[in-house]
């Protein structure tokens, strides 16, 4: 499936009301990057791993055709020797030598996607005990017109601060996160969409959020609302956006070229009282949090430790990583086939 024709699916759905307890049968915008995300973790590690060595092979041959042999250097060298916490079976922890920290890098993507998540999961959980708030996930798009990638970002991001100074939405939401995604349709026409995880005081009719969105936008009213069942997929969700900006393989040199000059552009932010939460938020507050104290218990171990998931010892590894994609290969070639992931 395309980005394309997943846009287009987006713009033909019906509208979900709000709440929606009814089963709708047509596949919507939202049903379709869910299946896809479903779809995606049904690969396996080193089906994964090989395809983020092919990116990255891609996005070095882009950068050498724009003469930019500094980021083709730092992408060669980001992730390609590690060190690699294992049972022989299991792997608890990769620790990379280098990290070119370049947006589109898929291996720094992932990286920043698992901090993003581990910042934000134990606030989310601490807000959601102590206001009587709802999590759902909003996706605002706008109408397609002639401008960069950079214009098209202003736009929305304009657009949905003025959302937030009106009434209304102050009255039915309490702050939450905003992601950016930007894909581009067959014209070459940017299509750039906001996600958003807002923390909903009470129900409201959708038509309602659509005018809004209209008055600020001018001409915009399609969006699309999913309350959130579970915070960390959730969350999850959202921040693929931020790791993964877009089919990177089909990139070329212009577009590589587009994207450089959004360098400081932010992909990822909070608002509203959740952001003034985050500020205040103490995480030794946090003790009724049993999946955040499990994630603490996962960070420190270390050689000599028994793995979590099978008891044996833990030791370290250094691979390189066309290594450690024939380690991944081993795994899961190997009896008995449930295959545990870190
Ligand atoms: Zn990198
Ligand atoms: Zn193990």
């Known amino acids: 499936m395309t980005n394309l024709s997943l846009a287009t699916d987006f713009i033909s759905s019906p509208l979900l009301t709000v709440p929606s307890k009814a089963k709708t049968t047509k596949r919507t915008y939202l049903d379709t990057r869910v299946t896809k995300t479903h779809r995606d973790n049904k690969r396996t590690r080193s089906q994964r791993a090989r395809e983020r060595l092919q990116t990255k092979g891609h996005l070095e041959r882009l950068a050498n055709e724009l003469h930019e042999p500094e980021l083709a250097d730092k992408l060669r060298r980001c992730h390609s020797r590690l060190s690699v916490l294992t049972c022989g079976r299991h792997i608890e922890r990769i620790i990379p030598n280098f990290t070119c920290e370049f947006r589109l890098c898929p291996d720094c993507g992932r990286r920043r996607s ?6 934000y999961l134990p606030m989310m959980r601490a807000f959601l005990r102590h206001r009587q708030v709802t999590p759902v996930h909003l996706v605002l798009t706008q109408t397609h017109r002639k401008e960069t990638r ?13 959302l937030q100074r009106r009434s209304f939405w102050k009255e039915f939401f309490k702050g939450g996160t905003w992601s950016l995604e930007f894909t581009k349709d067959k014209n070459g026409l940017h299509h750039t969409h906001l996600h958003i995880i807002g923390f909903r005081r009470k129900f409201f009719d959708i038509e309602l959020l659509r005018s809004e ?19 960390a997929a959730g969350l999850r969700e959202v ?7 877009l089919d990177i393989r089909r990139f070329g040199a212009d577009d590589l070229r587009e994207f450089l000059k959004l360098k400081n552009m932010r992909m990822f932010g909070t608002f509203g ?18 999946a955040s104290e499990l994630e603490k218990a996962n960070r420190d171990l270390t050689e000599g430790c028994a793995c979590p998931k099978c008891a044996a010892p833990l030791f370290d590894l250094r691979l390189s990583s066309d290594e450690l994609l024939r380690f991944y290969e081993g795994i899961e070639s190997s009896p008995p086939g449930k295959v545990g992931t870190s």
Do not use: M
């Open 273 to 290: 009282d959740f952001r003034d939460f985050c500020k205040r938020f103490d995480p030794s507050d946090n003790d009724g949090d049993e």
């Open 150 to 162: 950079k214009q098209s970002a202003k736009r929305i991001k304009d657009a949905f601060t003025k």
């Open 114 to 119: 698992r901090k993003l998540q581990n910042k």
């Open 213 to 231: 969105w209209l008055a600020v936008t001018g001409d915009s009213h399609v969006l699309h609302l999913k309350p959130i069942q579970d915070i």
């Open 239 to 245: 921040v693929k956006y931020v790791s993964k900006p």
